[in-house]
């Protein structure tokens, strides 16, 4: 069984590889949470709307995903966007 570091780097990984030809900086770990029954660890990164901005700005926006990881082995079962008001 994964542990919740385990989890959040195979949801970084898989962030950095999908996103590998667009080079996004600061991803941040956000949020970590076991589901109910345990099967899946849902995980919260965050970036820079706009990263080249990032640096000009303390208070730049992000963008959120979550990512659903089986607990047992490591599989990335979904990546969704994640509203933040």
Known sequence: MLDVKEAAQRASEYFAG???DQKIPNVQ???VE?????RYW???LSYPVAPELAALNFNFRRKYKVFTIDAKTGE???????KVE
């Open 76 to 82: 990335v079962k979904s990546m969704k966007i994640r």
């Open 18 to 20: 999908l996103y590998s």
């Open 34 to 38: 076991i589901s109910d029954d345990g």
């Open 29 to 31: 770990l956000e949020e």
């Open 42 to 44: 849902l995980i919260t």
